[in-house]
């Protein structure tokens, strides 16, 4: 039958459809297979990285990042400590941190100024002060904050500054392994160092500070992170039993400190009292803002071998950990740095923090923590959207810094990375895969850590600058506006350094010399700075919250005391505001809890305000 | 039902031999998880848990015209969910399809040759390795969760008689560790520090014990994971992270095929024989 014979599918023998299938089955698994080159290669396509060059990167970025540091007069190079010869195996991690950068204005004379710290002993810290000619010169020493480096009293991990006394001059606080310092700045002319009647302790292993009025008292708090715990001294080891007790669950880091200002030049220390005694977790970098608009700073602690955690303030009186409940608590990373920034002009903060990721051996990926929704009154809830922002794969990082770099009111990121540059070709990768997933017995004695023998540990690693399109996509672009810089790049400061009203870039490379990058910016793109002293509030006005009304939405920044990865940028708070002629309003939320409103302002300068009275 | 009845029921109840392996793994990551949030998050671990699920009743429906139990494909995508780390979810996806789908690829004498997600993993090292890594840290900082689990799993793997296969290998690695540090001149604890994490435990209780892919005689299990851990040794010389991954990866569907055609030419000489005995009688 014919016609049956058309209609009927031809019967097919049973050989032939297993061969069918098996061909079907061949091509599934080579379609899977086939993925995740086809996702590379789809990323190239879309790809329009091009070699540096200025004016291609003015017209499509509205930047470019010029490396100044030689012609400016910066000549430093960092040298890191050198601890028990016990350690000395694995000297390159141990002492893999201590390249510090923060900014000031610590003669009040309108121009920023930069300290970098040094940690090996002998070597001397930096304060490049701003000559308002395009140069700068190391005053350290004249000032008497130079030779901080001092067996005995330890080797210097970072420092911040805020105005404590309320004099209206910046003092520097200095961290330390080893004993923190405290120096008062004596009307821009000098420090004289007041730590013993400060009455700051004789010893913290610490890798971040902020300053902070949790109790709005009108006087500046410091806030102390501890890394290794406080009872060893790395110069003068008792024991090797010192290093983390877990790779992502440590339980044996420093205890965090919170010291009180008291208003008559001495602290006292409240960690217990407000609850920050309730873990030893191995915090690398702390950040203070008001995440929940209660008024009050909370505190944000990227924290290694751990979870992170949010210490939510409640009315100045005590902080509780909601790092769990707000959603940023739970899957243990290699927190290394916090930064915390309207990422969306939504008129609310998000938080960035930087982790660790090394292709094939281990993918941490950095966190871009953005409110969602309030789990009650004073929780806010985070959820992680670094991944569909593009800003998720850093390499070994450390500071990750929010800073609108082409002023077109979009704040971008710059993430520094790279861990060990040693020898090229080498790798200690293998070793620190078997250490660290061993168990506490194994990973807690410095001894049964095989010895680095010069070998280069996720070294020659770029540094990320991720532009923020506005659209919630960052594209990576550091090659194409000239700032591919490769050196194990610790902390990042911004700051208007030659006036021009852009943000220019301080890097600060463990072992290696500081660069500075000066900031080319499309000039048709409008800027405004604010320049604010409390006067109810801290002198400083650290904490106050700016929020500035546009046309088509609204944003906000806050005066910070200390963030990233050991880093503390301009005081003045910047907003670039791309083609926009004018802006709506202000409005600033001072540490005190007094509200200003302010209208029509001059854009392209910055406006010095004083906190209302009334 | 009387007490005594309840008693007698308890002591002759038996978990069928193929939930034992589901069972076990689901209390590793449930035990793991709860107490050290071992799991980059659920979302993630769903994703590897249903495509292993959906991949293997396509696959099978497709190959066989017919539905199976879905008890292997459950254990393949918890494993994957385990082990593979990154922070997206399309690498759990992915390294739980591949496992799965690499049994109906690579067949020899109607059967799987590799462990599927020893396979998975092995091919998401080499083709994304940019977007994934593998599970390598250890649960927790105390050593009960580890000793704990150390001690149910050989339990549970004794009761399918396949303890064997662990102990031989274990023995073989602190020996071969031994000769490591021997010959590196590195230190001992250092060399023997990965099997106290979790990606061993995975490795050794689920990987080189898989009834589907060890070879059929004991004495061969035993030699085979001998083998294992000797080209363990000279991909750790190489300093390669995931050496015993890379050596299953190697050592298995070798063994395997040796094994298969070891049986069929004994099988062929009985036959033969019993032949020749026909013939005379």
Same mark, same amino acid.
């Given at each position: 039958?014919?016609?049956?014979?058309?209609?009927?599918?031809?019967?097919?023998?049973?050989?032939?459809?297993?061969?069918?299938?098996?061909?079907?089955?061949?091509?599934?698994?080579?379609?899977?297979?086939?993925?995740?080159?086809?996702?590379?290669?789809?990323?190239?396509?879309?790809?329009?990285?091009?070699?540096?060059?200025?004016?291609?990167?003015?017209?499509?970025?509205?930047?470019?990042?010029?490396?100044?540091?030689?012609?400016?007069?910066?000549?430093?190079?960092?040298?890191?400590?050198?601890?028990?010869?016990?350690?000395?195996?694995?000297?390159?991690?141990?002492?893999?941190?201590?390249?510090?950068?923060?900014?000031?204005?610590?003669?009040?004379?309108?121009?920023?100024?930069?300290?970098?710290?040094?940690?090996?002993?002998?070597?001397?810290?930096?304060?490049?002060?701003?000559?308002?000619?395009?140069?700068?010169?190391?005053?350290?020493?004249?000032?008497?904050?130079?030779?901080?480096?001092?067996?005995?009293?330890?080797?210097?991990?970072?420092?911040?500054?805020?105005?404590?006394?309320?004099?209206?001059?910046?003092?520097?606080?200095?961290?330390?392994?080893?004993?923190?310092?405290?120096?008062?700045?004596?009307?821009?002319?000098?420090?004289?160092?007041?730590?013993?009647?400060?009455?700051?302790?004789?010893?913290?292993?610490?890798?971040?500070?902020?300053?902070?009025?949790?109790?709005?008292?009108?006087?500046?708090?410091?806030?102390?992170?501890?890394?290794?715990?406080?009872?060893?001294?790395?110069?003068?080891?008792?024991?090797?039993?010192?290093?983390?007790?877990?790779?992502?669950?440590?339980?044996?880091?420093?205890?965090?400190?919170?010291?009180?200002?008291?208003?008559?030049?001495?602290?006292?220390?409240?960690?217990?009292?407000?609850?920050?005694?309730?873990?030893?977790?191995?915090?690398?970098?702390?950040?203070?803002?008001?995440?929940?608009?209660?008024?009050?700073?909370?505190?944000?602690?990227?924290?290694?071998?751990?979870?992170?955690?949010?210490?939510?303030?409640?009315?100045?009186?005590?902080?509780?950990?909601?790092?769990?409940?707000?959603?940023?608590?739970?899957?243990?990373?290699?927190?290394?740095?916090?930064?915390?920034?309207?990422?969306?002009?939504?008129?609310?903060?998000?938080?960035?923090?930087?982790?660790?990721?090394?292709?094939?051996?281990?993918?941490?990926?950095?966190?871009?923590?953005?409110?969602?929704?309030?789990?009650?009154?004073?929780?806010?809830?985070?959820?992680?959207?670094?991944?569909?922002?593009?800003?998720?794969?850093?390499?070994?990082?450390?500071?990750?810094?929010?800073?609108?770099?082409?002023?077109?009111?979009?704040?971008?990121?710059?993430?520094?990375?790279?861990?060990?540059?040693?020898?090229?070709?080498?790798?200690?990768?293998?070793?620190?895969?078997?250490?660290?997933?061993?168990?506490?017995?194994?990973?807690?004695?410095?001894?049964?850590?095989?010895?680095?023998?010069?070998?280069?540990?996720?070294?020659?690693?770029?540094?990320?600058?991720?532009?923020?399109?506005?659209?919630?996509?960052?594209?990576?672009?550091?090659?194409?506006?000239?700032?591919?810089?490769?050196?194990?790049?610790?902390?990042?400061?911004?700051?208007?350094?030659?006036?021009?009203?852009?943000?220019?870039?301080?890097?600060?490379?463990?072992?290696?010399?500081?660069?500075?990058?000066?900031?080319?910016?499309?000039?048709?793109?409008?800027?405004?700075?604010?320049?604010?002293?409390?006067?109810?509030?801290?002198?400083?006005?650290?904490?106050?919250?700016?929020?500035?009304?546009?046309?088509?939405?609204?944003?906000?920044?806050?005066?910070?005391?200390?963030?990233?990865?050991?880093?503390?940028?301009?005081?003045?708070?910047?907003?670039?505001?791309?083609?926009?002629?004018?802006?709506?309003?202000?409005?600033?939320?001072?540490?005190?809890?007094?509200?200003?409103?302010?209208?029509?302002?001059?854009?392209?300068?910055?406006?010095?305000?004083?906190?209302?009275?009334? | 039902?009387?007490?005594?009845?309840?008693?007698?029921?308890?002591?002759?109840?038996?978990?069928?031999?193929?939930?034992?392996?589901?069972?076990?793994?689901?209390?590793?990551?449930?035990?793991?998880?709860?107490?050290?949030?071992?799991?980059?998050?659920?979302?993630?671990?769903?994703?590897?848990?249903?495509?292993?699920?959906?991949?293997?009743?396509?696959?099978?429906?497709?190959?066989? %015209?017919?539905?199976?139990? /879905?008890?292997? =494909?459950?254990? #393949?995508?918890?494993?994957?969910? *385990?082990?593979?780390? &990154?922070? @997206?979810?399309?690498?759990?996806?992915?390294?739980?399809?591949?496992?799965?789908?690499?049994?109906?690829?690579?067949?020899?004498?109607?059967?799987?040759?590799?462990?599927?997600?020893?396979? %998975?993993?092995?091919?998401? /090292?080499?083709? =994304?390795?940019? #977007?994934?890594?593998?599970?390598? *840290?250890?649960?927790? &900082?105390? @050593?009960?969760?580890?000793?704990?689990?150390?001690?149910?799993?050989?339990?549970?793997?004794?009761?399918?008689?396949?303890?064997?296969?662990?102990?031989?290998?274990?023995?073989?690695?602190?020996?071969?560790?031994?000769?490591?540090?021997?010959?590196?001149?590195?230190?001992?604890?250092?060399?023997?520090?990965?099997?106290?994490?979790?990606?061993?435990?995975?490795?050794?209780?689920?990987?080189?014990?898989?009834?589907?892919?060890?070879?059929?005689?004991?004495?061969?299990?035993?030699?085979?994971?001998?083998?294992?851990?000797?080209?363990?040794?000279?991909?750790?010389?190489?300093?390669?992270?995931?050496?015993?991954?890379?050596?299953?990866?190697?050592?298995?569907?070798?063994?395997?095929?040796?094994?298969?055609?070891?049986?069929?030419?004994?099988?062929?000489?009985?036959?033969?024989?019993?032949?020749?005995?026909?013939?005379?009688?």
């Amino acid at each position: 039958m014919v016609f049956f014979g058309i209609l009927r599918p031809p019967k097919v023998p049973a050989m032939k459809k297993e061969v069918q299938n098996k061909i079907v089955v061949t091509l599934i698994f080579l379609i899977l297979i086939s993925i995740p080159f086809g996702m590379k290669k789809y990323e190239e396509f879309t790809s329009d990285s091009f070699d540096a060059d200025m004016d291609m990167a003015l017209e499509r970025y509205g930047f470019f990042l010029e490396d100044v540091t030689e012609s400016i007069g910066v000549n430093f190079v960092h040298r890191r400590a050198t601890v028990d010869e016990r350690l000395h195996h694995i000297l390159p991690q141990i002492s893999s941190v201590g390249a510090s950068v923060t900014v000031v204005d610590f003669n009040n004379d309108g121009l920023h100024d930069f300290y970098l710290t040094n940690s090996e002993f002998g070597e001397k810290n930096a304060l490049y002060k701003n000559m308002g000619d395009g140069t700068f010169k190391d005053v350290a020493e004249e000032m008497g904050i130079a030779d901080l480096n001092i067996p005995g009293l330890g080797a210097s991990m970072g420092s911040v500054w805020g105005d404590y006394n309320n004099n209206g001059f910046e003092d520097l606080f200095l961290y330390r392994w080893g004993k923190p310092e405290l120096f008062r700045n004596e009307n821009g002319e000098g420090f004289t160092r007041v730590t013993e009647e400060a009455g700051l302790p004789d010893h913290i292993n610490a890798n971040t500070a902020i300053w902070l009025d949790y109790n709005r008292n009108g006087f500046l708090d410091l806030f102390i992170g501890g890394y290794y715990h406080e009872d060893v001294n790395l110069f003068e080891l008792t024991s090797t039993q010192m290093m983390p007790d877990s790779y992502e669950y440590a339980t044996n880091g420093g205890l965090n400190f919170l010291f009180e200002n008291q208003g008559d030049g001495t602290f006292k220390d409240v960690s217990e009292q407000v609850g920050l005694h309730q873990s030893r977790r191995w915090t690398l970098a702390a950040a203070a803002a008001d995440i929940n608009d209660s008024g009050f700073p909370d505190i944000i602690l990227a924290n290694d071998y751990g979870v992170d955690e949010i210490f939510i303030n409640r009315n100045g009186e005590y902080f509780f950990n909601t790092g769990q409940e707000a959603g940023l608590g739970f899957v243990p990373k290699s927190g290394m740095s916090v930064s915390i920034g309207d990422v969306m002009n939504q008129n609310s903060f998000a938080i960035y923090i930087t982790n660790i990721s090394e292709a094939g051996v281990l993918m941490q990926g950095n966190n871009l923590w953005v409110p969602t929704r309030q789990v009650s009154e004073d929780i806010p809830r985070f959820r992680n959207i670094a991944g569909n922002m593009g800003v998720e794969i850093g390499e070994w990082g450390y500071a990750g810094k929010f800073v609108d770099l082409n002023n077109n009111g979009n704040i971008d990121l710059y993430v520094a990375n790279g861990y060990v540059s040693d020898e090229p070709d080498t790798d200690y990768w293998y070793d620190y895969a078997r250490v660290v997933g061993g168990n506490r017995a194994v990973i807690i004695d410095a001894n049964n850590w095989p010895p680095m023998n010069n070998r280069t540990f996720s070294g020659y690693q770029t540094n990320k600058i991720w532009l923020n399109d506005g659209a919630g996509r960052f594209r990576e672009v550091a090659r194409s506006v000239g700032g591919d810089l490769n050196l194990d790049s610790r902390s990042v400061a911004y700051a208007d350094l030659f006036g021009t009203g852009s943000m220019d870039l301080i890097v600060a490379n463990q072992h290696q010399p500081v660069k500075i990058y000066r900031n080319h910016v499309k000039p048709e793109h409008n800027w405004i700075g604010f320049k604010l002293e409390g006067t109810k509030s801290n002198r400083s006005a650290i904490g106050a919250t700016v929020i500035l009304h546009r046309e088509n939405n609204s944003t906000r920044k806050y005066v910070s005391g200390g963030d990233a990865f050991s880093s503390q940028s301009q005081r003045p708070v910047h907003f670039g505001l791309g083609e926009e002629k004018s802006i709506r309003r202000v409005e600033l939320r001072w540490p005190s809890g007094t509200v200003q409103i302010i209208d029509e302002l001059e854009l392209n300068q910055y406006h010095k305000i004083t906190e209302a009275t009334e | 039902m009387t007490t005594l009845q309840l008693s007698e029921r308890f002591k002759t109840f038996k978990v069928p031999p193929g939930l034992i392996g589901p069972l076990l793994i689901t209390a590793v990551v449930v035990a793991a998880h709860f107490s050290f949030g071992i799991l980059d998050g659920w979302q993630k671990f769903a994703a590897a848990l249903g495509v292993a699920v959906i991949t293997e009743s396509v696959l099978h429906k497709i190959v066989t %015209g017919k539905w199976r139990n /879905l008890s292997s =494909a459950y254990i #393949s995508g918890n494993s994957a969910g *385990i082990l593979v780390r &990154s922070p @997206m979810i399309w690498p759990f996806a992915l390294c739980a399809a591949i496992s799965i789908a690499s049994k109906y690829v690579f067949r020899f004498r109607g059967t799987h040759i590799w462990n599927p997600t020893n396979f %998975g993993i092995v091919v998401m /090292l080499l083709i =994304a390795s940019d #977007s994934m890594a593998v599970l390598s *840290i250890q649960w927790g &900082s105390n @050593m009960w969760a580890m000793l704990v689990i150390w001690i149910v799993g050989f339990l549970v793997i004794s009761k399918v008689k396949l303890f064997h296969v662990c102990a031989v290998y274990m023995i073989s690695f602190f020996a071969f560790a031994w000769i490591r540090s021997l010959y590196t001149g590195g230190i001992f604890l250092a060399e023997v520090a990965p099997i106290t994490g979790p990606m061993y435990q995975l490795f050794v209780l689920f990987m080189i014990t898989d009834p589907k892919t060890t070879v059929s005689t004991k004495n061969g299990r035993m030699f085979v994971a001998f083998l294992i851990a000797l080209v363990e040794m000279f991909f750790r010389f190489g300093e390669a992270v995931y050496a015993p991954f890379y050596a299953l990866f190697i050592v298995g569907p070798i063994a395997l095929i040796i094994d298969k055609l070891w049986q069929e030419r004994k099988d062929k000489q009985l036959t033969g024989t019993s032949d020749i005995e026909k013939i005379r009688t």
